[in-house]
């Protein structure tokens, strides 16, 4: 028994323990569902197409990429977009792939869709499918129209294939009922083209398409490009579609490019799809460059399309940023191109300058890079919507490049591109013609003119030029200073030397190199030293024993000149290193034949080093009076003039200083008579001169001889010419101011 006490404490105990226990109960009740294993996510569905298709293959793709940004997906198979949209539409599947034309009549109604589907949101373009056009061999089409009554497989009925025919067919005048349409599944279509049971069959599919390869391989079937003509009444109906190429590496036996219409592929879904999804889902395409790169994906925007189908808006902003950033960092190029060009010239502007004077060719480059680049821009920015030509920027270079010499297969679609494409083909045109007459130019100047002149055309008849006998390291300074533009006339040079020597030499218009002995009699014949202008004895070492040498070439040059066709002295200058040998050279080269003069840099050195200690600087006045360079005088000859037969230096001095005051600077230091030098003769210390009988015996003035030579200090050798022998326009020149002076 349980007295009364047991039982009030029972009691207390109980309710102490209820009082207790309430918490737990209510925890229980209110958090025992969070604690239960988590609800399973949810699992969208895409609805692609034949599993031998591009569709399947890349939903499998998408679903792949999505499980790893957490969106779970399940791919479908159907029979493509038409039947993917209707799914859309009744709800049977989240998302579709599907064609951008499809997609279109979708959203509007049309095309066998009975209401429209106004709902359908864009989330992505995936890429541009091709519509091919295959062509049974041995069969030929030249138009699309010559399939009038031709066998032609369409494609499903109601599918994307099925509705791209019919498009271009109606582009080329036809219906459906004008041909005998097969719809059937593409591997239905390419074994009856196998078969040669249909003449044609259309495929949309994207690049390469495996189906299509298979029968290009065999030989059962060639590729079909539309004209241009027909793509463009295509895209006037249905502004949906693109210019495709198709490259000859995409496909066996294609030779070259071609061009097609073309269809994006679109990645849908309906309006109530969950932005964080969609948000989800274009970040997770972008960033998979394995599907980029197998598929091509372009990550644009899908208003390139030109289908009039909204696009989610996280779709569109991620979009919106992403060309923002591309016209960011294109933009950032060309400003930091244009501060990296522009810090150059700022820093090299003089040399700069001068190269672009001097190197012609450096300019027509400059023009053609500035009109490539700026035009491909210009291109891009017009093209990039709807032609794949100039889908980026990389694209629209190589298209830009062709423009400028050729509106082929690159020709822009819209009529902004148009027009940009006509301005950058002309000023192509103008740039090559530009270029083509400067290498004509520069070739006649500088090969024909020449060639003709001299080179080989002088070969079996040189005149008048000049010979270098031997080589050494002063050979090319020489060449320089005698084909220099301060000069008057450039003559042909003649180079005899050894093998192995003057091997950077190349033969051209006004340099010739022949290999042969300078002592060689044989040799000397065959370049002509009995014609030349001067014949230049060089030693062909450092060495006092080539003296003797150079001693021998000036025998053989004296024995030729003597032989008969010699009509005047040649001029032989001879190089010789030991001062002591100068005299025996002298005496070798003593005869009327030649008028030799020996240059010993021993002997020059010496003169040059003692004048210059007694006054110096002199030799500055020696360097620039032996070097031939424009705007600086240096030392000329020229005939006296007949005007001064018989009269004093003095004389002619004094008309050539009145002739300075009209802008004439010629300044006379010495007069030549055979093969003496006399300069600056004074009016009675030589007795060579004109005498009259009477004076026989007297100091008479020093007079000027017909066949006198004059040296004169001067700029270049037309100053003496008009000076002394002016033209007959520049006698007109002075004798109408002198006539003005007198009246």
């Known amino acids: 028994m349980i007295t009364p006490t047991q039982e009030r404490r029972l009691v207390l105990y109980l309710s102490r323990v209820a009082s207790a226990s309430l918490p737990v109960a209510l925890f229980l009740i209110f958090a025992a569902p969070g604690l239960a294993a988590p609800a399973p996510p949810r699992v969208y569905t895409l609805a692609s197409g034949s599993p031998q298709g591009v569709y ?41 792939l599907t064609q951008s034309d499809v997609a279109s009549d979708a959203y509007g109604g049309r095309g066998g869709f009975a209401r429209p589907l106004s709902s359908l949101r864009v989330i992505a373009p995936l890429y541009t499918e091709a519509v091919h056009i295959l062509i049974h061999r041995p069969l030929y089409i030249h138009r699309l129209e010559d399939l009038r009554g031709k066998r032609v497989a369409v494609g499903p009925a109601g599918s ?211 009109l490539w680049i700026t035009g491909s821009i210009a291109l891009y920015l017009t093209e990039h919507r709807v032609n794949e030509n100039y889908s980026n920027f990389w694209k629209s270079m190589w298209s830009g490049l062709i423009t400028i010499y050729s509106l082929s297969s690159k020709e822009p679609l819209t009529l902004e591109g148009r027009v940009i494409g006509i301005i950058i083909f002309l000023l192509g045109l103008a740039g090559i013609v530009w270029l083509t007459e400067r290498l004509a130019s520069f070739y006649l100047e500088k090969k024909i003119l020449p060639l003709l002149r001299g080179g080989f055309a002088r070969m079996h008849k040189m005149k008048d030029h000049y010979v270098v006998v031997g080589w050494n390291k002063k050979g090319p300074g020489m060449l320089a200073q005698l084909h220099n533009d301060d000069l008057d006339q450039n003559r042909l040079i003649v180079i005899l030397a050894k093998e192995g020597q003057a091997d950077h030499l190349e033969s051209h218009g006004l340099i010739q190199v022949e290999r042969g002995e300078r002592a060689s009699e044989a040799d000397l014949k065959r370049v002509h030293v009995q014609a030349a202008h001067a014949v230049i004895i060089l030693a062909e070492s450092d060495e006092a024993s080539e003296d003797a040498k150079t001693i021998l070439s000036i025998l053989a040059v004296r024995k030729i000149c003597s032989g008969p066709g010699s009509q005047k002295p040649v001029a032989v200058i001879a190089e010789i290193f030991d001062p002591g040998n100068v005299e025996l050279a002298s005496f070798a080269g003593n005869d009327k034949s030649i008028a030799l003069e020996i240059v010993s840099a021993h002997k ?78 004074t009016p009675t210390a030589q007795r060579k001169g004109k005498r009259k009988p009477e004076d026989k015996d007297a100091e008479v003035p020093w007079l000027l001889q017909k066949g006198d030579y004059l040296f004169a200090i001067c700029d270049s050798p037309k100053d003496l010419k008009e000076l002394y022998h002016p033209s007959p326009r520049g006698l007109l020149q002075k004798l109408i101011p002198a006539r003005e002076e007198a009246e």
């Open 56 to 96: 399947f293959p890349l939903a499998q793709g998408i679903a792949a990429v999505a499980h790893k940004a957490g969106v779970e997906i399940r791919v479908l198979p159907s029979e493509g977009s038409k039947q993917n949209l209707g799914w859309l539409a009744d709800g049977r599947v989240d998302l579709a």
């Open 160 to 370: 994307g294939t099925e509705a791209n025919a019919t498009q271009l067919l109606a582009a080329a005048g036809l219906t459906l009922s004008e041909v005998d349409a097969r719809h059937l599944s593409i591997e239905d279509a390419m074994a009856s083209l196998r078969q040669g049971q249909v003449d044609a069959a259309f495929v949309t599919s994207g690049i390469p398409s495996a189906v299509v390869k298979g029968v290009l391989a065999d030989g059962s079937a060639s590729l079909f490009e539309p004209d241009r003509d027909l793509l463009d009444r295509l895209r006037e109906t249905c502004p949906f579609f693109l210019n495709k190429n198709i490259e000859a590496s995409d496909y066996p036996r294609l030779n070259e490019e071609v061009t097609t219409a073309g269809v994006q592929a679109l990645l849908v879904g309906r309006s109530n799809l969950s932005a964080a999804i969609v948000d989800r889902l274009v970040r997770a395409l972008s960033a998979s460059k394995e599907l980029t790169a197998r598929y091509a994906l372009t990550g644009e925007s899908a208003s390139a399309s030109d289908t009039g189908i909204p696009t989610f808006e996280p779709a569109q902003r991620f979009f919106a940023v992403q060309a923002l950033l591309r016209r960011q960092k294109l933009l950032a190029g060309i400003i930091l191109g244009a501060l990296v060009l522009a810090f150059v010239v700022l820093r090299f502007q003089r040399g700069i300058w001068r190269l672009l004077r001097r190197a012609e060719f450096l300019r027509v480059g400059i023009y053609f890079s500035t």
């Open 604 to 681: 020059v050195g010496e003169g040059l080093l003692s004048h210059t200690a007694v006054h110096p600087g002199l030799s500055k006045v020696y360097h620039q009076l032996l070097a031939f360079s424009k705007g600086h005088s240096e030392i000329h000859r020229t005939r006296v003039p007949m005007e001064f037969d018989g009269k004093t230096f003095d004389a002619l001095v004094a008309s050539t200083v009145e002739q300075r005051l009209s802008g004439t600077y010629v300044l006379p230091i010495a007069i030549q008579r055979g093969s003496e030098v006399y300069i600056n003769p």
